[in-house]
């Protein structure tokens, strides 16, 4: 069973922090891996995604992947109110473009 | 209109009834999906089309039948629901057919499912 992992949270930081948002994936051949943002009612809509090891910077957001460790995180500088949202990470396992989903982590940023 | 679109938004439907959802993708993408999302349970892929071929069925109840007639549209056909089915149910689109390449999934806004 491939899963992907995410601690539900609520991830509570006060705004301007660094919010780090983790993930762990199970299937080693994972090839490629996704963060989509989830507002409460709303769609899942991606921030980003990863594939090689290491850091990939967009704006305030970065992507860490560690492959050895099966282990993908998102930090957010300069949190603000408007990132509290789901966070889902989902892990790219091929096979027709299936993503594995975590259940996500909620982040609460306060003013 | 851009992007997924879906409709209806919100359906309340009893154990009985027959509804169908509809999803329009107006981003060129070759391949469509049906996935579920239950409260704090992570999202589950139902169906997957690529170039109106189902080339994935995740083990999901004959209550609910997919139906892509192009590669733009798909629907969701609904009859004799469980309550557990309540959920908001998304459709999404991306661009390769082939599984090969990492490609990103576009939702549409999802329809807010009860059944009663």
């Known amino acids: 069973q491939k899963e992907v992992e995410q601690n539900s949270g609520p991830l509570s930081v006060p705004e301007g922090a660094i919010a780090s948002l983790n993930c762990t994936y199970s299937d080693r051949g994972s090839q490629s891996f996704f963060w989509y943002r989830q507002y409460s009612g709303k769609s899942p809509e991606l921030i980003m995604f990863i594939y090689s090891n290491g850091d990939k910077e967009d704006g305030r957001f970065t992507a860490q992947l560690n492959k050895a460790s099966q282990y993908v995180s998102l930090l957010i500088r300069d949190s603000q109110p408007s990132d509290s949202a789901t966070y889902l990470c989902?892990?790219?396992?091929?096979?027709?473009?299936?993503?594995?989903f975590g259940a996500g982590t909620r982040l609460a940023v306060h003013p | 209109e851009t992007g997924v679109t879906q409709t209806p938004r919100h359906l309340v439907m009893g154990m009985t009834n027959k509804k169908s959802l509809k999803c329009e993708q107006h981003?060129?993408?070759?391949?469509m999906y049906w996935y579920k999302q239950s409260a704090k349970k992570p999202l589950e892929l139902m169906f997957v089309?690529?170039?109106?071929?189902?080339?994935e069925n995740n083990s999901v109840p004959s209550r609910f039948s997919p139906e892509c007639p192009n590669s733009s549209h798909l629907f969701l056909h609904l009859h004799t629901l469980q309550p557990e089915d309540s959920a908001l149910y998304l459709c999404?689109?991306?661009?390769?057919?082939?599984?090969?390449?990492?490609?990103?999934?576009?939702f549409g806004p999802g329809t807010r499912l009860l059944v009663l």
């Open positions: 981003l060129g993408h070759n391949a």
């Open positions: 999404a689109s991306s661009q390769d057919p082939s599984g090969i390449d990492q490609e990103t999934q576009y």
């Open positions: 089309y690529s170039l109106e071929e189902r080339v």
């Open positions: 989902a892990a790219f396992s091929g096979g027709y473009n299936k993503l594995i």
